[in-house]
């Protein structure tokens, strides 16, 4: 039932109720985010699964590539690793966040996200928060990526800082695009249709680039998308940093693309989220 407000215009009671919720501070963003992102680890150590992603496929995918295509594409293993590395590290960080939004599109149909509702925080900090959680799981699918190379004949002449740069530039990578992700996750209608639109636009994303294999080798016609793909640019910044310990101008390309996606998708993840409330 609407109230009459002194000046004589009707007044929702949702509407009172916004307008005597004080503003949140920056600070409490940042802490409610935090909070939110324990959350998400504590869930995530009760459910070890959760990192099977993230464990196994590096190990895999490292040792069937490097066997299976190092003869055919650069005529021994070892001298394929340079390339393949790289490229395994962008296709494994960026395949592990597709799970965000599927986890969040999960937790929104379990209703969950329905007891934040009554909950004075942000509304960005149930997004934002597993997605600092999920920096965890990139880390240690980008560690264990460089660890399988080095145990099959990889040796990055960039040295440790080199390795730790693509690492770093990787796991920004990963979590910039998880926002896309996330929105994803806040439109469908399922955790299954989340997957499906999730694996639709990365697989693509992730091969037709120069990650396995040098783009002199690909058609004209090809090179062009592949030229202008965010993913052949992380991953030549990754091979500068990894292999030479160069800071390019791909480096710089790729934190530009960074910005532009979460400067694009966490306001509509954020304006998304906020029609299901």
Excluded at 38 to 53: C, H, S, T, V
Excluded at 161 to 186: E, K, R
Excluded at 213 to 224: E, F, I
């Amino acid at each position: 039932m609407s109230a009459i407000s002194v000046t004589g215009e009707r007044v929702r009671p949702a509407d009172r109720v916004a307008a005597a919720r004080r503003r949140i501070s920056p600070r409490e963003v940042v802490s409610q985010t935090m909070t939110m992102a324990w959350r998400a680890l504590k869930k995530m150590r009760r459910n070890p699964e959760q990192f099977f992603d993230v464990t196994l496929q590096p190990i895999l995918f490292t040792a069937m590539f490097a066997y299976i295509f190092g003869g055919a594409i650069a005529g021994d293993v070892r001298s394929y690793l340079p390339l393949m590395i790289p490229g395994i590290l962008a296709q494994t960080v960026l395949t592990t966040c597709m799970a965000t939004g599927t986890q969040l599109r999960e937790d929104m149909e379990k209703g969950v996200f329905d007891r934040f509702k009554s909950l004075p925080m942000a509304r960005i900090a149930p997004l934002a928060g597993p997605m600092v959680a999920d920096l965890v799981r990139y880390a240690i699918a980008a560690t264990l990526t460089f660890g399988m190379g080095i145990a099959v004949g990889y040796r990055p002449d960039g040295g440790a800082l080199g390795v730790l740069g693509a690492i770093a530039l990787a796991i920004i990578s990963g979590w910039s695009l998880a926002w896309a992700f996330t929105w994803v996750g806040t439109i469908a209608r399922s955790a299954q249709a989340v997957q499906g639109i999730s694996m639709m636009i990365m697989f693509p994303l992730t091969f037709l680039s120069n990650a396995f294999v040098p783009l002199t080798s690909l058609p004209g016609w090809l090179q062009a998308f592949v030229r202008v793909n965010p993913v052949s640019h992380m991953v030549t910044a990754a091979r500068d940093l990894a292999n030479e310990g160069t800071i390019s101008a791909e480096v710089g390309w790729t934190l530009l693309a960074c910005l532009v996606v979460v400067a694009i998708f966490a306001p509509l993840s954020v304006r998304s989220y906020r029609r299901h409330l």
